[in-house]
């Protein structure tokens, strides 16, 4: 009798490797499509419909509107960089890694297998993100406009920053999450081990 072997192949479900190379390709369930695109397009119209009507009411009313004091501030900047004033003027460089990352997280969506819901959720937040940054830098001479100004300490803020950074943010922590939730058990820490 020869020895039965097995059939199983690693998916990101039971913690495999992310893209099954190899394997069968299985897309995403309709249900994470649903919510993959529902996200995408629902946080990108909410990032530039709160930057265009926070921008119209600070230009029209004055600004900083305070929102929560000193804390929480509503101001017009505008970024013409990345993250923290990086890459200033480089607005052709900005746009096509931004075009470049968007299409990678498509694609890397398709290939997530059907399950992993974590990781669904953090590509669909990354994609809002890109998208509404990006429509900004094509539809406002190459500048992200922020308007979230937080002070965190006398006289210390935060760079200012708006609904796509945020989502960016929240992409970054649930992919991390899907991540350490989906490591195959042999990566696990093991407490016998030293």
Same mark, same amino acid.
């Given at each position: 009798?020869?020895? /039965?072997? $097995?059939?199983?192949?690693?998916?990101?479900?039971?913690?495999?490797?992310?893209?099954?190379?190899?394997?069968?390709?299985?897309?995403?369930s309709? /249900?994470?499509?649903?919510?993959?695109? $529902?996200?995408?397009?629902?946080?990108?119209?909410?990032?530039?419909?709160? /930057?265009?009507?926070? @921008?119209?009411?600070?230009?029209?009313?004055?600004w900083?509107?305070?929102?929560?004091?000193?804390?929480?501030?509503?101001?017009?900047?505008?970024?013409?960089?990345? #993250?923290?004033?990086?890459?200033?003027?480089?607005?052709?460089?900005?746009?096509?890694?931004?075009?470049?990352?968007?299409?990678?997280?498509?694609?890397?969506?398709f @290939? $997530?297998?059907?399950?992993?819901?974590?990781?669904?959720?953090?590509? #669909?937040?990354?994609?809002?993100?890109i998208?509404?940054?990006?429509?900004?830098?094509?539809?406002?001479?190459?500048?992200?406009?922020?308007?979230?100004?937080?002070?965190?300490?006398?006289?210390?803020?935060?760079?200012?920053?708006?609904?796509?950074?945020?989502?960016?943010?929240?992409?970054?922590?649930?992919?991390?999450?899907?991540s350490?939730?989906?490591?195959?058990?042999?990566?696990?820490?093991?407490?016998?081990?030293?």
């Amino acid at each position: 009798m020869g020895q /039965k072997q $097995s059939s199983q192949k690693n998916s990101p479900a039971d913690g495999g490797v992310f893209l099954a190379l190899g394997g069968p390709m299985h897309i995403p369930s309709l /249900k994470s499509q649903v919510i993959f695109w $529902s996200i995408l397009v629902g946080g990108f119209l909410a990032d530039i419909i709160s /930057k265009r009507l926070v @921008f119209q009411w600070l230009e029209r009313e004055g600004w900083p509107v305070e929102i929560v004091g000193q804390t929480l501030r509503f101001v017009i900047a505008e970024n013409p960089g990345a #993250a923290f004033g990086i890459a200033q003027g480089q607005t052709t460089m900005l746009v096509a890694v931004a075009v470049i990352a968007l299409a990678a997280i498509i694609v890397l969506f398709f @290939f $997530s297998g059907r399950d992993g819901i974590l990781m669904h959720l953090g590509l #669909a937040f990354f994609a809002a993100g890109i998208a509404g940054n990006l429509w900004d830098r094509f539809f406002n001479d190459g500048r992200v406009r922020d308007f979230i100004d937080i002070q965190y300490a006398q006289g210390r803020h935060w760079p200012a920053f708006n609904l796509a950074d945020t989502f960016l943010c929240v992409a970054v922590g649930l992919i991390i999450l899907a991540s350490l939730i989906n490591r195959p058990p042999d990566q696990k820490h093991d407490p016998q081990q030293k």
